[in-house]
């Protein structure tokens, strides 16, 4: 019996010693979310992850020489203000993935962010939380953020510039039905960073024993990002041009505001202009967006928003936020944050982010 | 009553500046064993005015014949620093301004 303990324990041993670095890492937020002039929108409640949406994570890296390494992370999302997790019978929602790097840059597979999504966070002055977060507006919602199935390369970066693509396999009878991919390239030197992402959704569906095949086509979204960073005050622009079925899915898909449903649409420009900076002790941030709806329904949107975040330590930060949304011609789009799709076109965040 | 307000408020401050003592509050991150594995190696060659990191690596800074390494992990308000406020003093990194861009560990959804 002890022999055995004694051999279990020298492979744990082993194990810790190949598995050279991992970590344990999260996000706990919640707040006060106020939210007006939905017709259901609940006024104030605690929430969970306005900023940042709260997780739990694992990652892990093995060096294997020759400048190879293996990668892994598994990270779920969990809502701290009831305790829930995000979503049900899913353990790892948010990521789950492993992969290789080396001279070639890195391959992963699993359940990732799209190349789009990377660009919208790296560009929003509000790295899309809070009730600013570039979601307000903009299509970044459900697998246009992240993609079960999916195998992604990520380039070296060379000189500044470093590349990324993405496929997602639809996994049905027809192998187009339902499939994803994308692609980015970047380029990042000192102050100036610009990118460019694009985004295909397959929203096919494949005929099976009992059910037909149903056909919708596809969605597209080619996005633009660009910052300039002051010593003071960072700049930022996203454009964003939004065609085909699904390619702008709403956020709130009930009726938010009464009256005839609102449409989502099937061509769009979005455009967001921003900047962020250091007032006081914290970091103010500010966009402003408009989106054009230039389908027949001319659902069209303006909004704009403010946060402050009060750093207490480097993991430790108070926020406040507010934004506000004008619709025109009966558009449904809502003030989000970065966990809830929000009931109402005005919305106010006063909450608490740890990070571990 | 007085006395006892001031004596509670002043015990309660010393609690929170004890602890505050042990909170990270470094506004860079911290300097690692030159021999440490670096995810990232920057070489600063002469006329260069900037570098690129991201927060949450750990970086090779070359400059000429001399390096360091250095875990970069800013505080949130923090997205550039000058390159000769975290270097040894025997290397020449005037002039640099390091670059930081967001960790991909906290990245939202």
Redesign the interface.
């Known amino acids: 019996m002890k022999k055995s303990l004694l051999f279990l324990l020298g492979l744990s041993a082993a194990a810790a010693h190949a598995q050279s670095q991992v970590s344990i890492?999260g996000?706990v937020d919640a707040g006060i979310v106020a939210e007006r002039g939905g017709q259901n929108a609940p006024g104030a409640k605690v929430s969970s992850g306005a900023a940042?949406?709260s997780r739990i994570?694992f990652?892990g890296t093995e060096?294997l020489g020759n400048g190879w390494s293996a990668f892994f992370t598994l990270e779920t999302?969990a809502r701290i203000d009831s305790g829930v997790l995000d979503a049900g019978n899913t353990i790892f929602n948010?990521q789950a993935f492993v992969g290789l790097q080396g001279d070639f840059g890195a391959v992963a597979l699993g359940r990732q962010?799209t190349p789009m999504h990377?660009l919208l966070?790296?560009f929003d002055p509000f790295?899309?939380?809070y009730a600013g977060t570039v979601k307000n507006l903009f299509p970044d919602i459900g697998t246009n953020?992240?993609t079960s199935n999916t195998i992604t390369w990520k380039s070296p970066s060379v000189h500044?510039v470093d590349g990324m693509l993405a496929y997602s396999a639809g996994e049905q009878s027809d192998a187009s039905a339902g499939r994803q991919f994308g692609g980015a390239v970047g380029y990042?030197?000192?102050?100036i960073?610009v990118r460019l992402a694009y985004n295909h959704k397959n929203s096919d569906v494949a005929a099976t024993d009992s059910t037909p095949f149903v056909s919708h086509g596809s969605g597209r979204n080619t996005v633009l990002g660009a910052s300039y960073?002051f010593?003071k005050v960072?700049l930022h622009f996203i454009y964003g041009i939004d065609k085909g079925y699904g390619s702008t899915p709403l956020w709130n898909t009930g009726n938010p505001y009464g009256g005839v449903k609102p449409i989502a649409s099937t061509d769009g420009r979005d455009l967001l202009l921003g900047l962020s900076g250091?007032v006081g002790?914290?970091?103010l941030m500010f966009s402003t967006m408009r989106k054009d709806d230039r389908t027949t329904f001319d659902q069209d949107a303006s909004s704009w928003g403010v946060g402050y975040?009060y750093?207490l330590?480097?993991?430790t930060?108070l926020y406040a936020a507010y934004a506000h949304i004008d619709n025109k011609n009966g558009a449904g789009y809502t003030v989000n944050n970065?966990?809830e799709a929000g009931s109402g076109n005005t919305g106010t965040n006063i909450g608490l982010l740890h990070?571990f | 009553m007085k006395l006892k307000t001031i004596l509670f408020a002043a015990s309660f401050l010393t609690v929170l500046s004890a602890h505050a003592g042990e909170?990270?509050?470094s506004p860079y991150g911290a300097a690692v064993p030159d021999t440490a594995?670096a995810e990232r190696v920057v070489e600063i060659r002469p006329g260069d005015?900037?570098a690129?990191v991201t927060n949450g690596e750990t970086v090779k800074f070359v400059v000429g014949d001399k390096s360091f390494t250095y875990h970069v992990?800013?505080?949130?308000?923090v997205?550039?620093f000058d390159l000769d406020k975290i270097a040894p003093a025997d290397v020449k990194a005037a002039g640099i301004?390091v670059?930081v861009?967001?960790s991909a560990?906290?990245?939202?959804?």
């Open positions: 890492y996000v940042s949406a994570g990652r060096h999302g948010r962010y990377i966070v790296a790295k899309t939380g953020i992240r500044g990042a030197q000192g102050p960073a960073q010593p960072k250091h002790p914290g970091t975040n750093p330590s480097k993991r930060s970065n966990a990070t | 909170i990270d509050k594995p005015r900037w690129n992990w800013t505080m949130p308000n997205n550039a301004t670059y861009a967001g560990w906290y990245r939202n959804s």
